[in-house]
């Protein structure tokens, strides 16, 4: 299993989201209360139906973090359409007009970082009262030295 950070951000701000407590899931069972994104996420056709070990999930009303345990044998790019597509269509059919914005970020979690960005996670609020997520995503692109282009990464 690789472990890996996802942000997935959202055409419009989530119906019904507030500030978004993080949910820790444990073998698909969720330990928190539920949102409708995390249900989308985690629930038959989320990533559990994918078999894809959803460790936190946790955001804002814009934009959501995701710690997954990705398969060796799944691709990352087909993970995140599954879980995008999946979660817009359960959403919608809660009569949310919700979609996902194209694209996404993805960094690799060492075993040793794991706790941090757990934490991180769940903390995802209190980030938020002093960056917005347009910053923070720039600021982990330049921690992992990923080269950018401003002008196309939020549209």
């Known amino acids: 299993m690789i472990e890996a950070q996802l942000?997935?951000?959202?055409l419009e701000p989530a119906p019904r989201a507030r500030n978004?407590?993080?949910?820790?899931?444990?073998?698909?069972k969720e330990l928190n209360r539920r949102?409708?994104?995390?249900?989308a996420l985690s629930g038959r056709r989320g990533a559990r139906a994918k078999n894809i070990p959803l460790i936190i999930a946790g955001g804002t009303p814009n934009h959501v973090h995701?710690?997954?345990?990705?398969?060796?044998?799944?691709?990352?790019?087909k993970a995140v359409q599954d879980l995008k597509g999946n979660s817009s269509r359960?959403?919608?059919q809660q009569g949310?007009?919700?979609?996902?914005?194209?694209?996404?970020?993805?960094?690799?979690?060492?075993?040793?970082?794991?706790?941090?960005?757990t934490d991180y996670i769940a903390e995802q609020p209190r980030h938020?009262?002093?960056r917005s997520f347009e910053q923070e995503f720039t600021a982990m692109l330049r921690h992992s030295g990923v080269a950018y282009d401003p002008?196309?990464?939020?549209?």
């Open 7 to 10: 942000f997935l951000a959202t």
């Open 96 to 117: 949310s007009a919700f979609a996902w914005q194209e694209g996404y970020g993805a960094f690799s979690v060492s075993a040793s970082n794991k706790q941090a960005v």
């Open 20 to 28: 978004m407590k993080a949910h820790r899931f444990n073998g698909g």
């Open 90 to 92: 359960w959403m919608n």
């Open 35 to 39: 949102t409708p994104i995390s249900v």
């Open 151 to 155: 002008r196309f990464i939020f549209g």
């Open 66 to 77: 995701l710690l997954i345990a990705l398969p060796a044998a799944t691709c990352l790019a």
């Open 128 to 130: 938020h009262e002093k």
